[in-house]
């Protein structure tokens, strides 16, 4: 199978997934169908489950010699992140991000899937299922934004801003104790910052050139190893504060995503001027 038919194959089975699973029960969730995983704000859905399931089972049928690994399943402690450092190909699924949004009925939600072999990423989809569209990305080949009916159009990251003309995505309270104020201290520098509490979407929103950064606290590569390769292939620039590159092998850091490499330096200057350390 070329990857130009795997990749179609795999987008083609997200969609026909969320409209079974997930728009059907969009705003239509019993509270029975809600659960708290870690949090209070931290939670899982019966939809959630149901899509993974799926996507676990039909996955193999596409790409034999993958391994399929889940937020739930691992939330389950029936995986392990380990097989990203293992060779051969490991699809990662994010079957509904923004599950807190999605179980308050917020139209803020994504499905994330990305390819990765040997640690690095080779394929990333980036999905809007309730308005079955989305960005797709493949290592070499650039990001495009693709709607529903078939059209393309290839994506791009801003222009270079200063600090105080950047809109971006920042949640200060993800930050540890240790870093807390400091986090917010540096939110304040910026013309405009928020959370959609989807990185899907945001890292979408960036790679599409409407916004200029996104920083989170929690790099998970479930959250962020498609949204990554988008931006990178849409001409942006993905890293750590401590000045790592981007890995989805790396699980702990200050993960910084800006619309050019000029950005991602001023935000990680930015960062550690105000004292943020992760």
């Known amino acids: ?9 795999l987008v083609e089975l997200v969609r026909e997934v969320a409209a079974r699973e997930i728009r059907p029960r969009f705003r239509r969730l019993e509270p ?9 704000d931290d939670l899982v859905t019966e939809a959630d489950i149901a899509v993974e399931a799926a996507l676990e089972a039909a996955i193999p049928g596409i790409l034999p010699d993958a391994r399929v690994l889940g937020e739930e399943q691992l939330a389950r402690g029936d995986g392990s992140l380990d097989c990203l450092a293992e060779p051969g190909p490991v699809v990662v699924v994010d079957p509904i991000d923004g599950t807190w949004n999605f179980a308050r009925g917020v139209a ?5 899937l990305s390819l990765i072999e040997d640690g690095v990423t080779r394929f990333g989809l980036l999905y809007d299922p309730l308005f079955d569209d989305w960005v797709v990305a493949s290592r070499g080949g650039g ?8 059209e393309r159009v290839a994506v791009a990251t801003a ?6 003309e950047m809109i971006g995505f920042m949640q200060p309270n993800q930050f540890p104790a240790a870093s807390l104020d400091a986090a917010y ?5 910026f013309g405009r910052c928020t959370t959609l509490r989807c990185a899907c979407l945001e890292y979408r929103l960036l790679a599409q050139g ?7 606290a ?33 699980e702990r850091g200050c993960l910084i995503a800006a619309a050019s490499p000029a950005g991602l330096e001023r935000l990680r200057a930015h960062l550690r001027a105000a004292g943020v350390a992760l």
Not at 32 to 40: E, L
Not at 143 to 150: C, E, M
Not at 159 to 164: G, N, R, T, V
Not at 218 to 246: I, K, N, Q
């Open 1 to 9: 199978m070329t990857n130009e038919s795997w990749q179609r194959a």
């Open 210 to 216: 409407a916004v200029d950064f996104a920083i989170h």
């Open 143 to 150: 990001a495009w934004f693709v709607r529903a009916d078939g």
């Open 185 to 189: 201290d540096a939110s304040k520098t």
């Open 32 to 40: 029975a169908a809600i659960a708290v995983k870690t949090s209070f």
């Open 159 to 164: 222009a270079d801003k200063p600090l105080d």
């Open 218 to 250: 929690r790099p998970t590569p479930w959250d962020f190893s498609a949204g990554a390769l988008a931006v990178l292939e849409a001409g942006g620039a993905v890293g750590f504060l401590d000045g790592r590159d981007y890995s989805p092998r790396i």
């Open 108 to 112: 803020s939600i994504g499905v994330l």
